[in-house]
């Protein structure tokens, strides 16, 4: 799709942008729906809608996105590790 960005982040990288687990951030086209945090842990998952909190948030995502490989260069990190495998 066009307005969809894949990135590789290495572990290897030494990025600790989010060496807590996965993040996603949901943000919705009606202006009555606040963005929210989603934080999947071992146990259950975590929705968090607090301004604050979702700005913490968004900061970890931009500064991950910063500090990744380019988008370019995503086709030939996935096939660097499919040739690992």
Known sequence: LSHVNIQVA???GGSRAIA???ITML???EAEL???VYLEQHTG???LNKPAECLYYRNVLN???TEAPPPADTE???QG???EI
């Open 27 to 29: 943000r919705f086209p």
């Open 76 to 78: 030939a990190i996935l």
């Open 34 to 36: 606040t963005d929210m």
């Open 81 to 83: 590790i499919l040739r």
């Open 20 to 22: 807590d687990g996965s």
């Open 45 to 47: 998952a975590v929705y």
């Open 10 to 12: 290495p572990f290897s």
């Open 63 to 65: 500064r991950l996105v």
